[in-house]
């Protein structure tokens, strides 16, 4: 038998969506027999549309019975096969060597799992009303766990914030375009994630004994973060609007992937050594995937 090419560790990825729905299955070292006819008692699912694919990912579509299944098909290191159900739908991430026989085998014996969290997430996506901010003076978003108050001040000469009574003060005429006073808004929040997920990197950092090669902000639909097997960390920075505790629970997680690159039990107890509240933390961000914020 071929052994699997996976010298390479993959990047590890803290997905809201993936913590949500913690599965692997191990690949098969034989085909096994073929999947059973999806049972009548699940409704159907609209699945939703494809976005465009990123490099590397390729859309495939199988029958269950009587009815089609689209996902979308990652290649990589790792050495099981992972699911991953969120706004784009079924993902898979199978390693190179293993068969399209086999994944099929692997959705077939998991369908009425796959079938429900589809079902769930599209009742979820339905029943949910995004909170839209009018950009305007008087607007008001969150930032820190706290609700910010956009004031338009035509006689400054720079934007101010005044974490006290929680006003942020843009040097905009008062009749500004909605789109310049999101603009600021935006850019604003951005350099504040930059500066303090920088700060708590550096403290975390320190606690666990690790360094980091480098990190970005990322404006990623379903992640909260990731770390790579090279050291590179990306946080989302939609972070921001959330209480520092819930930023250092991301942040904890993702620099104890430079010690487990996985999600291991020694990958939480890593985790546990230097942000013990991480499961409070964690349980929050289940519910409040990133497109649950605010439009921004």
């Not at 009587?66 to 390693?95: E, M, N, V, W």
């Not at 040097?171 to 700060?199: C, T, Y």
């Amino acid at each position: 038998m071929q052994k699997p090419p996976s010298r390479q560790r993959p990047a590890v990825a803290l997905d809201s969506l993936q913590l949500d729905l913690p599965f692997e299955h191990a690949p098969a070292t034989a085909p096994a027999p073929a999947p059973a006819s999806l049972r009548g008692d699940v409704p159907p699912v609209d699945v939703p549309k494809p976005a465009p694919l990123p490099d590397g990912v390729r859309q495939r579509r199988m029958l269950l019975g009587a009815r089609a299944l689209d996902y979308r098909l990652k290649r990589s290191a790792r050495r099981t096969i992972g699911f991953c159900i969120d706004a784009t739908g079924l993902t898979i991430t199978a390693p190179r060597w293993v068969t399209i026989a086999d994944i099929e085998n692997a959705i077939g014996d998991k369908q009425s799992w796959i079938f429900r969290k589809l079902a769930e997430w599209q009742t979820r996506v339905e029943q949910r009303a995004l909170p839209r901010i009018e950009w305007q003076d008087g607007a008001q978003f969150p930032f820190l766990g706290k609700t910010i108050r956009v004031s338009l001040n035509p006689s400054a000469s720079t934007l101010s914030f005044d974490a006290e009574t929680g006003v942020l003060a843009l040097a905009l005429p008062a009749l500004a375009d909605a789109q310049q006073i999101k603009d600021r808004v935006q850019g604003w929040l951005q350099s504040e994630a930059k500066r303090i997920f920088g700060e708590r990197l550096a403290v975390y950092a320190l606690k666990l004994g690790a360094e980091y090669r480098a990190y970005a902000l990322s404006s990623a639909a379903t992640r909260w973060g990731s770390c790579s097997s090279d050291g590179k960390i990306r946080l989302n920075w939609r972070l921001i609007h959330f209480p520092l505790s819930i930023i250092d629970y991301v942040v904890a997680h993702e620099l104890a992937h430079l010690r487990e690159m996985n999600h291991s039990p020694r990958f939480w107890k890593t985790v546990e050594s230097i942000f013990p509240e991480f499961r409070e933390a964690r349980h929050t961000l289940k519910h409040h995937p990133p497109d649950l914020l605010p439009a921004l």
